[in-house]
């Protein structure tokens, strides 16, 4: 650990000290705003060790191999957080999860991103990069948005198409998978590879983080979960601003905002692909990867969603793609993503 900084050693032993006590506070029960606000540290936690882990393991490869790995990996909290949701028969709380971390990542950490890269280039800065994955993205973005509102307009019609949901909602899950995996795989492979950093930490050593936090986010998910209910009770918010805002946050923006530090360092390419690399999968990836799944719980997860989540899909999806496709950006685009996505979450307090 000689490698890491005075502050990374002390937020490793923070994170270690915040999960040990989590899982006290679930096993001893302890109240249930204090284990649930203890399972949220820890998540977040975990996130940010995942996010540095990948980070070292990435100096190795490109923008695109960096930014998918990122995602790949700094996913595993979402992941484990819905599927133990529906294990719970949560299904407000496992929908909100998955659109909250296509929100937190598309609205709040992309607009971190592009304010820090345009302040980097001083009064009135424009920040540039690489447009063709913030393109592909859209793209991706704008296929998943399109199941979801012909879910949505079939069952607002209340026809027989409403009574497959399950079934179409599997299907297109699948053909999904498949358009998403005949973007990544030439996408990553046509990606010229950089001379080789120099990482602060072994391979060896970064994977052993990414084991650890991955494993430790499994556990720490089933506790947030356990919590979760009678902590919204007491502290009287709604289902969905736990999933959409808490959940997001603690798992995908604390993990994503290695695209923050690289906008900060001048890396606009690799911090725009870390970023819209976790939109991308998320939409085209986790979402329809845990429709299939859910087929083996007792609540089954579909493309069927509230329409107030149709509604800022469809326009945070036009917001991104008007603002990334020409590839630059000035900071006040950036404040308009964040704009959106605190607005969302003030309405989501409310539901």
Known sequence: MSNFSRLERFALV???????LAGLAHYAHWTAVLAFALATL???????????????VGE???PAATGLLQSSVGNLPELFVVIFALRAGELVVAQSAIVGSLFANALLVLGIVLVTGAARRGAGGVMRFDPRLARDTATLLFICLFIIVLVGISLSAGGSVAHHTGTI???AAALLLAVYLAWIIPH???EQRPPAAAPRIGLALATVLLVVAGGGSA????WFVDALEPAITQLHISQAFAGLVIVAIAGNAVENAAGVSLAAKGQSDLAISVVVSSVA?????LFPLLVIVSLALSTHLTFALPPLYIGALAVSAITVWQITEDGEARAFEGWALAAIYAILAIITLYE
């Open 14 to 20: 923070a994170v270690s000290a915040a999960t040990a």
């Open 42 to 56: 820890s998540l977040a936690g975990l996130a940010w060790i995942v996010a540095i882990a990948t980070e070292q």
């Open 60 to 62: 190795r490869l490109g």
């Open 169 to 171: 909602s599997v299907i």
């Open 188 to 190: 990553v492979r046509g």
């Open 219 to 222: 556990f720490v998910s089933d």
């Open 281 to 285: 999968q998320i939409a085209a990836f």
